[in-house]
Nanobody, 114 residues
């Protein structure tokens, strides 16, 4: 059974930074792509960034040049470094593993105050 646990969310002022972590159990982490999604109140869940097992990355246009996704396979962890945060970045951020299984984490709340 693969489990994902997100951490690092919190309250930050606009312009600030946070680093989210997604820790995975199970050996399939290293052969799986990992994506970060977010869901703001009253809105649909949207893709923020993704990283393949080989380290290739992709970003939504609204976070390019502000967010960076990375992975440490030795720690079974994916990170989302979020800089220059805006109030519209406020959402619950979810980690998603895609491979031979698809697994979601429980989410971590990010609140950006103006």
């Amino acid at each position: 059974q693969v489990q994902l646990v997100e951490s690092g969310g919190g309250l930050v002022q606009a312009g600030g930074s946070l680093r989210l972590s997604c820790a995975a159990s199970g050996s399939i982490f290293r052969i799986s792509a990992i994506r970060w999604y977010r869901q703001a109140p009253g809105k649909q869940r949207e893709l923020v960034a993704g990283i393949t097992s080989g380290g290739s990355t992709n970003y939504a246009d609204f976070v390019k040049a502000r967010f960076t996704i990375s992975r440490d396979n030795a720690k079974n962890t994916v990170y989302l470094q979020m800089n220059s945060l805006k109030p519209e970045d406020t959402a619950v951020y979810y980690c998603n593993l895609v491979g031979i299984l698809e697994v979601w984490g429980q989410g971590t709340l990010v609140t950006v105050s103006s």
